[in-house]
């Protein structure tokens, strides 16, 4: 095999290993920023528990787990749903800018310095 | 005053095994943290507990506005074995491709609770770095304890036991890199079992198999100690809900936003996103916070 074509592929492989880690501490970022409370809970604001905290019937009462599964009653649904949409947003919106100035960054030196 | 961050700091000479000093200047990094969680928390009260030499040094650095508490105390050494005396305990650790030996003053951790002048307190260590304010999510938790447990290393090159459990065969390892406690009779319960595991370090470390750590670990006394309130049972009830992001002693900080890491036994960097970070290197601790005290 040709020695250039393997050096081609080192850089390649080490610009994506730079890539991908600063992508992942990106994620890792964003997932902590997903963590609100509400009524001494803490919840981590996932489309799932977006949806059923929407979804549910309002006949019942509204019991969730938090991340500590501790049930915790969720009594003004809205205000719960707004906290959860707030931080699911603020988190997935930041991530989402920071992965699109990633895409143009295509070299280790520029994925250092920016 | 109901909230707020506490943090211990000692300063400490390490040596190299070619006998350089280097000195490890805790209470900058404890000054330079103080000023960021000023800018990114809103819970901004900090508590410093710290010897004279290290106050003197604060005053030194025109850091005392930084804090809303100066705590002086005098360690004393508890216990029996050379871990738990202050000037035994020793700790081996690499910065880059050196390894250096640097005195741990860590024991007085466990008088938290007595020293703490807050209700709610987020003890951290002085090089956890706060970038962000996820942690102000944390003082509205009704839970009176919530204990580091979901740990990362920035680089993602290993996956180890050691951040995980105490030994592969013993219980889960809490991190008290980062403690939430309320004033409660748990938390006083929590710290003085802290404290028992410390006096009776040989013991603890072969019935929770760690005998082969060299050094007292707060991390390592957290954990037996949460296990005991949990019931000598594994639960997720103390387990903080964030992951604690750090960089491991081996890899090096370039700056506030970029890192270098060890990869295929090269060295290899890249960005970081800023954020909370725990910084093991302790050279690259240093250097960070001198950028945040010096910006």
């Known amino acids: 095999m040709d020695k250039s074509f393997l050096q081609e592929i080192e850089k390649f492989s080490n610009l994506k290993t730079a890539l991908d880690t600063k992508k992942t501490n990106a994620y890792e970022r964003a997932k902590n920023k997903l963590v609100f409370a509400y009524e001494g809970g803490l919840f981590t604001a996932t489309p799932e528990l977006i949806l059923f905290a929407k979804l549910h019937d309002t006949q019942r009462d509204l019991i969730l787990l938090d991340n500590n599964n501790t049930p915790v009653k969720i009594i003004d649904a809205e205000k719960f749903i707004s906290k959860a949409e707030t931080g699911y947003y603020e988190a997935m919106n930041e991530y989402h800018l920071f992965y699109e100035e990633l895409k143009k960054q295509r070299t280790v030196k520029k994925l250092i310095d920016e | 005053m109901n909230k707020g961050i506490l943090m211990f700091a000692y300063n400490g000479k390490a040596h190299d095994f070619d006998k350089n000093q280097l ?6 990094m404890a000054c330079a943290n103080a000023k960021n969680i000023k800018k990114y928390m809103q819970n901004d009260n900090v508590a ?7 106050k003197d040094h604060v005053s030194k650095l025109n850091a005392e506005t930084l804090f809303t508490h100066i705590i002086v105390t005098t360690p004393t050494s508890e216990g029996t074995g050379p871990n738990t005396n202050l000037d035994m305990n020793v700790r081996s650790m690499r910065i880059g491709n050196k390894t250096i030996r640097l005195p741990w003053k860590n024991q007085t951790r466990p008088d938290a609770y007595s020293l703490s002048p807050f209700n709610q307190t987020i003890l951290i260590d002085s090089d956890y770095f706060v970038f962000d304010n996820t942690l102000d999510t944390i003082f509205e938790t009704n839970k009176n304890i919530l204990c580091g447990k979901h740990v990362k290393e920035i680089s993602h090159q290993d ?4 951040y995980s459990r105490l030994h592969h065969q013993s219980i889960k390892l809490f991190w008290a890199t980062v403690l939430y406690f309320k004033k409660s009779n748990e938390s006083m319960l929590m710290f003085e079992m802290m404290k028992a595991v410390k ?5 603890y470390s072969k019935m929770y198999k760690f005998e082969d750590s060299r ?20 639960t997720t009830y103390y387990d903080l809900p964030l992951t604690i ?18 990869y295929k036994d090269r060295w290899a960097g890249t960005g970081f996103p ?22």
Do not use: P
Request: with cysteine; glycine share 4%; hydrophobic share 45%.
């Open chain 2, 274 to 295: 800023k954020q909370n970070i725990h910084i093991m290197n302790k050279e690259s601790a240093m250097y960070v916070a001198g950028e945040i005290m010096y910006e």
């Open chain 2, 48 to 54: 410093l507990v710290t010897d004279q030499a290290g």
């Open chain 2, 245 to 262: 992001m750090c960089l491991a002693d081996k890899n090096i900080m370039l700056n506030q936003k970029s890192f270098a890491f060890r």
């Open chain 2, 159 to 162: 996956s180890l036991i050691d």
């Open chain 2, 215 to 234: 050094t007292y670990r707060n991390d390592f006394a957290i954990s037996v100690a949460l296990h005991f309130l949990q019931g000598k049972k594994e």
């Open chain 2, 199 to 203: 006096q009776n370090w040989q013991f």
């Open chain 2, 23 to 28: 000195d490890i200047d805790y209470i900058q």
